[in-house]
């Protein structure tokens, strides 16, 4: 089992930037892949951004390319998501995901693809 605890959340103003951060404990973290994902009130959970075991490649929502930078330390077993020209529409509560894969280049946006999720991190945006 893995336990991913997520941190840096918080309330900025439009434009702004936030880092958040991913930390893993438990099973081999560079057995899995990582994924970013966050649910707004009222809507449902949706894809930001992914990065593969070995963290070469990185993959995005179109509505965050350009501004999302995923991340990841395997030898800290923490995932970094840092958010640049924060949008209101960006407000949602931030969760980190892992899934178990045996390919180093797999990744999903399907959040029931996922394995394990941590508790989530408040980011609010305001205008």
């Known amino acids: 089992q893995v336990q991913l605890v997520e941190s840096g959340g918080g309330l900025v103003q439009a434009g702004g930037s936030l880092r958040l951060s991913c930390a893993a404990s438990?099973?081999?973290?560079?057995?899995?892949?990582i994924g970013w994902f966050r649910q707004a009130p009222g809507k449902e959970r949706e894809f930001v951004a992914a990065?593969?075991?070995?963290?070469?490649?990185?993959y995005y929502a179109d509505s965050v390319k350009g501004r999302f930078t995923i991340s990841r330390d395997n030898a800290k077993s923490t995932v970094y998501q840092q958010m640049n020209s924060l949008k209101p529409e960006d407000t949602a509560v931030y969760y980190c995901?892992?899934?178990?894969?045996?390919?180093?280049?797999?990744?999903?946006?399907?959040?029931?693809?996922?394995?394990?999720w941590g508790q989530g991190t408040q980011v609010t945006v305001s205008s």
């Open positions: 990065v593969p075991r070995r963290g070469i490649r990185t």
């Open positions: 995901a892992a899934q178990l894969t045996s390919f180093s280049e797999t990744y999903s946006t399907k959040h029931s693809e996922y394995d394990y």
């Open positions: 438990g099973r081999t973290f560079s057995n899995y892949a």
